[in-house]
Each structure stands twice: as structure tokens, then as C-alpha cells.
């Protein structure tokens, strides 16, 4: 059998395993997307669908001039990303960001997938090392790895996994707010791609009410953890206590801050806290409670969030909890391609190597599935230019940024795309403009690295054409 006769092997239906499956058959190639589920389930996933969204419906900033996401969005379009399509079909009102309906989302992925002619599904737990005649396999079984996989990649990295908490916020059902006490408005009345100015709900809290919540807050019982769960947070994802143990003005300068919102019930009364409530489905009839991630007992997170005005009556759909992410030590053990350097057939991809946000581990399944193609079909092709961002997301895990820990030993934590991340450029002032603010030149500089990005990108695909 030649090698194209084969098939390329992708372990994970995620995020990242669909991207990739997507991306390489659509250039040609022959894909099995091995999936455990629904034979083995997990502790957070509630369907059987591909690219099931188990944490926020949010893929964030949607701005691909002005914020590093928008543009991994924007270069992820421009490559026939089947996540960004399925999102934009069921996206929500979010202000600046993509929200999508999660079920409707993930629904439509899966039947792109299964629909797809160049892929076979299989279902089915792969619990050890991919066999030696699997030539060319993606493993992209992301933060949940089954416990015998994850024991045989530690094995042939030589490395320790590594580990971190990530939490999940409440759903909260629409007809249990107190309409009489919310409103709807986007801060500063951003209008987004399908929004109006007034797609979050928001609930005001007084000095009082506010700092009974945070009592609250901090005298919560908190699930403990194991003796092997010992490990640290993501700090883009803290539950609410930790950020609150952190100090009693923590929230109000986070998720609950109350800038770039009035309440018309109570318009000269500006609101010390407010928490805001994000459209979970098409629907409306489920809303996010944003940046609510908690790692509080379900009996006391009903009573506590039932403080929040507006909510006093809340039933929720879906309360808050935690799950272990773990992911590999990549800078130290993968190539500029992705591969395992002592083993160059397996590439890993997504949050297993070390990307953060469903966007980011989405955008590294189509880099691989891309490249694991190009190898099917005999192309010699690299990864997308640093100045991207999606190839700075893969110079950031493959040889980026180590960082030192509290007992100052190096080590690689995961990152979402930020623009620290993209190689500068030099931006001149205009002519004629006298003062130049610093504000201003720092937003001209974002929009010039966007604007190379998306030409690099478009040039790293022509050579897919070639």
C-alpha cells in the first residue's frame, strides 16, 4: 500500500479533531476521526456531537483589525474553517463578540463531518499508543485525555503531563430572570456583527449587596480537590472565590465591573457591581452568566448566585463546575511541524499542546490537518508565517515562550493569542498629524499587523495551489 493510499489517523472529535479532519479532506486526502464517545463518556460533555462546547458559547472579540482573536477568526475564515462557518450560521447577539446557540453549532459541524466523503468515523476509545502502521496520525484529545492514552504520551515524551484546572460557568433559564430588574445593553453600546447595542443582560448591585456577596463568596463550601489535583488554575479562566480570596475589589475590576452601562430603572444612580447574563441559545431562553466560573458546592452556588438582584428566582440549566485540562511540555518535545520529535508520524494539536480558547485549539486543528495533508499528498509545505496568528500560536508552543514558575524553574504554560504574541511593526505617524496619542498609534499598529497577517495568510495558502 503507498502512502497515499493510507490514511491519515485524527484521535479526538473536539474542537481541534473536527478542524483537522475538515482541513485535510477538503485538500484531498483520507481521514478516520477515531472518537470515544459515545462509548465513553465523560465528566462534562452532554452530547454526542463533534466540537462540543463544555465550557462559555463564546468565541470572544469578532474585531479582526483592533483584537488578536477577530484576526485568528478572520485568517481561520479565509482558510474554509468549518468551525468559523458552522459559528457565523448560529451565532447570537454578543455585542463585539461571536457567541453561537452551542447545541445548534455543534450539531452542524457534526453533520458536516459525517456528511464529509473523504471521512470514515469510528467510534471508539484508543487507549494505548497509535499502532506503527499508522503513518501519519493527529492526536488531538484535548484537556479530557482518557487516562491510558495520556499515560502512554507521558511515556514516549519523557515528560510529566502537565495539568491545570478549568472551570464552568452557570446557564441560567430565560423565563426565571426578573425582567423588572435587568436590562439589556452591551457595554458602551457595542454594536456587533449581529447585535444591537443590547445583548448582554445586566444586574446591578449596590455597596451592600455587594460586599454580601463576596461574604458569601469566600464562606462557600468549595469542592475539594484530590491529592493528585493539586495543581494550579489557568489564570484566564479563575473561578470567582479564587478571584475574590484575591481581594474584595478583585470582581468589581473583572467580570463584574460596571463601566459603559446605565440602568434606565435608575439612570442617575450609577451601580457599584453589575454581573452580566450572555445569550446561550438561539432561542433565548438560556443565558451565560459571564465570567462566572466556580468551583463552588452546587447546593450553595443556587443560593449564593439567588443574591444576585435579578436572579432572586433563577433556575439554572447547567451549574458551574471544574475539570483538569492537561497538556504536554511541547516546547521540549515538538518540532516547528507539530511533530514528536522522537516520533515524527504523531502530531498533537489543540489544548493537549498547549493553546488556550476554543479558537485557538479550532485554528491549530487546521494548521495540522493542513499539513498532516500536505504530507499525504507528497507537498512540501511549513507551517503559516510567524507574523499570522495562527503562526505565532504555533511558535509560541512549539519553541516560545517558557516561563518561570513560583520555585524558579522553567516551564510552558498554555496561552490564548494576544498580539504580544505577533512579530512588531513600524507604524509612522501620518502626515499632518501633529499629536500623535499613544492610543492612536497603538491602534494603527494593530490594524497594520492585521493587515500583514491576512496577506501573509493568503500567501501560505497559494501554496496549497501550487
Not at 482558510?79 to 457567541?99: E, F, T, V, W, Y
Not at 489564570?235 to 467580570?255: N, S, W, Y
Request: proline content about 5%; glycine content about 8%; hydrophobic content about 40%.
Amino acid at each position: 500500500m503507498t502512502k497515499q493510499q493510507k490514511h491519515i489517523h485524527i484521535i479526538g472529535g473536539g474542537l481541534a479533531g473536527s478542524e483537522a479532519a475538515w482541513q485535510a479532506a477538503e485538500l484531498g486526502a483520507k481521514v478516520i476521526l477515531h472518537e470515544m464517545r459515545p462509548k465513553v463518556k465523560t465528566d462534562v460533555h452532554h452530547t454526542d456531537d463533534f466540537a462540543e462546547l463544555v465550557c462559555s458559547n463564546s468565541f470572544r472579540s469578532d474585531d479582526y483589525q483592533n483584537n488578536a482573536v477577530g484576526l485568528l477568526h478572520e485568517e481561520m475564515r479565509r482558510c474554509n474553517s468549518i468551525i468559523m462557518a458552522c459559528a457565523d450560521k448560529h451565532a447570537l447577539p454578543a455585542g463585539g463578540a461571536l457567541a453561537v446557540d452551542r447545541e445548534a453549532f455543534s450539531s452542524e459541524v457534526t453533520k458536516a463531518i459525517k456528511n464529509h466523503q473523504n471521512i470514515t468515523i469510528e467510534i471508539g476509545e484508543i487507549d494505548a499508543l497509535p499502532p506503527s502502521d499508522w503513518d501519519n496520525v493527529i492526536i488531538a484529545t484535548g484537556p479530557l485525555t482518557s487516562q491510558k492514552l495520556a499515560e502512554a504520551i507521558a511515556g514516549i515524551t519523557g515528560e510529566d503531563s502537565l495539568s491545570f484546572f478549568d472551570a464552568i460557568a452557570p446557564i441560567i433559564h430565560s423565563d426565571s430572570i426578573n425582567r423588572d430588574t435587568v436590562w439589556a445593553q452591551s457595554r458602551y453600546d457595542k454594536v456587533g456583527p449581529i447585535g444591537d447595542g443590547a445583548d448582554y443582560l445586566n444586574c446591578p448591585m449596590n455597596e451592600q449587596q455587594y460586599n454580601d456577596f463576596i461574604d458569601a463568596l469566600l464562606k462557600g463550601e468549595k469542592t475539594e480537590f484530590k491529592e493528585w489535583e493539586n495543581i494550579a488554575y489557568f489564570e484566564a479562566c479563575l473561578p470567582i472565590e479564587i478571584m475574590a480570596e484575591r481581594g474584595r475589589e478583585t470582581l468589581r475590576f473583572g467580570p463584574m465591573k460596571p463601566v459603559g452601562l446605565t440602568n434606565p430603572n435608575d439612570p442617575e444612580t450609577k451601580p457599584y457591581a453589575i454581573v452580566q447574563l450572555r445569550q446561550d441559545n438561539a432561542l433565548g431562553s438560556l443565558w451565560n452568566m459571564v465570567g462566572f466560573q466556580t468551583k463552588l458546592k452546587y447546593g450553595e452556588q443556587a443560593e449564593i448566585f439567588r443574591m444576585i438582584p435579578g436572579l432572586e428566582n433563577a433556575q439554572f440549566a447547567r451549574l458551574g463546575g471544574l475539570h483538569r485540562n492537561t497538556f504536554i511540555n511541547s516546547p521540549k518535545v515538538l518540532n516547528q511541524n507539530l511533530q514528536l520529535t522522537s516520533d515524527i508520524r504523531l502530531r498533537f494539536v489543540g489544548q493537549i499542546s498547549g493553546v488556550e480558547g476554543y479558537v485557538e485549539s479550532a485554528a491549530m486543528g487546521l494548521v495540522t490537518g493542513r499539513l498532516a495533508a500536505a504530507d499525504y499528498l507528497g507537498m512540501n509545505i511549513s507551517t503559516p508565517p510567524k507574523t499570522s496568528a495562527m503562526g505565532s500560536l504555533v511558535n509560541h508552543i512549539t519553541g516560545g515562550h517558557l516561563a518561570d514558575d513560583t520555585n524558579g524553574v522553567k516551564s510552558f504554560q498554555p496561552m490564548n493569542i494576544n498580539f504580544g504574541l505577533i512579530p512588531d511593526i513600524e507604524v509612522i505617524k501620518p502626515e499632518g498629524v501633529k499629536r500623535w496619542r499613544k492610543a492612536d498609534r497603538k491602534k494603527i499598529k494593530k490594524q497594520a499587523i492585521s493587515a500583514r497577517a491576512l496577506e501573509d495568510i493568503v500567501n501560505w495558502l497559494a501554496e496549497f495551489q501550487s
